[in-house]
């Protein structure tokens, strides 16, 4: 579970939006939870599922793309655009939350089920 590639990250600007992208390799089923999650978070936004997800909110958009799959492992690529930086900053921390809540409860649930 790697936590800390999906923390880094530079917010670009390019008129007239801020851009973030982040790009990490991932196991299928944080990738799987890690959407599921975000979708649940942000159920009342205007959402596209076609190709990974993303999500519409007002003056931006984010989305969560898995690119190369091998073995267990994907390339997992997320986008942040906004048209304020401080936006863009905000659903890039709202992001590494739902993230760094699935890492912790798949860790929690690793340790338990080793010790039976």
Not at 35 to 40: A, L, M, P, R, Y
Not at 89 to 95: E, M, V
Request: hydrophobic share 35%; proline share 2%.
């Amino acid at each position: 579970m790697n936590e800390a590639a999906i923390l880094e990250g530079e917010i670009i600007y390019s008129k007239p939006y801020y851009k973030l992208q982040i790009e990490a390799v991932e196991v299928f089923d944080v990738y799987s939870k890690f959407i599921n999650w975000v979708s649940g978070e942000f159920d009342l936004y205007l959402q596209d599922t076609s190709r990974g997800i993303k999500i519409y909110y007002p003056n931006g958009w984010f989305s969560i793309k898995k690119s190369d799959c091998v073995h267990e492992n994907i390339d997992m690529k997320i986008t942040v655009v906004s048209k304020s930086k401080t936006g863009c900053q905000k659903k890039h921390s709202q992001l590494v939350s739902i993230y760094n809540q699935i890492n912790s409860l798949l860790c929690k649930s690793d340790l338990k089920s080793k010790q039976y």
